[in-house]
């Protein structure tokens, strides 16, 4: 019998408030990147990114402190901030972990080396982190937006309840 739910779900008591909230939130998908110096470059998918407005600007995020992003954030000083397109599914399940990579998820694409990490496309900040502290279960990185270079405009990649959506 096919049936309509996942059947090793959570059921539906047991789910937590503040997730099933978060879930229903979007939330643009954006690839960080960084290499430490003399190291391999590292990345992740993160949906967790805030762009703030001042002098200068600020960007906010939250992500995993056991990651290998977080090892070359932290010891480069410095890392790229990418938003994702529709085309970049694939690219953002390979940089989430939940589609394999052969060789890594550097191996294919077109990269272009920056200061700051490889970057996807045309559109990206370069950030210097000014602190990291735990929040949550992550950790929440604040960082000055150093540069910015705005490509084409393309429609972003969200993230929304569990999948990603696409914004007309």
Not at 21 to 36: E, F, K, S, Y
Not at 47 to 66: Q, W
Not at 72 to 86: H, I, K, N, Q, S
């Amino acid at each position: 019998m096919i049936h309509h739910t996942d059947p090793f779900g959570t059921p539906e008591h047991a789910r937590s408030p503040v997730r099933r909230l978060r879930g229903r939130l979007p939330a643009p998908v954006t690839l960080w990147t960084a290499a430490a110096p003399g190291g391999e470059p590292a990345g992740l998918t993160i949906s967790s990114t805030l762009v703030v407005e001042g002098e200068p600007g600020r960007l906010l995020g939250l992500l995993d402190d056991e990651s290998d992003l977080w090892t070359a954030l932290e010891a480069a000083g410095r890392f790229a901030v990418a938003p994702l397109t529709p085309a970049d599914r694939q690219l953002a399940d390979k940089f989430a972990g939940v589609l394999p990579a052969p060789g890594g998820p550097f191996r294919e694409h077109g990269w272009t080396a920056t200061p700051y990490g490889p970057v996807p496309g045309d559109t990206w900040a370069g950030c210097r982190l000014d602190s990291a502290r735990r929040f949550g279960w992550r950790l929440l990185v604040e960082a000055t937006i150093e540069r910015i270079e705005l490509g084409e405009h393309a429609p972003p990649l969200v993230y929304h309840r569990g999948r990603y959506r696409e914004l007309a």
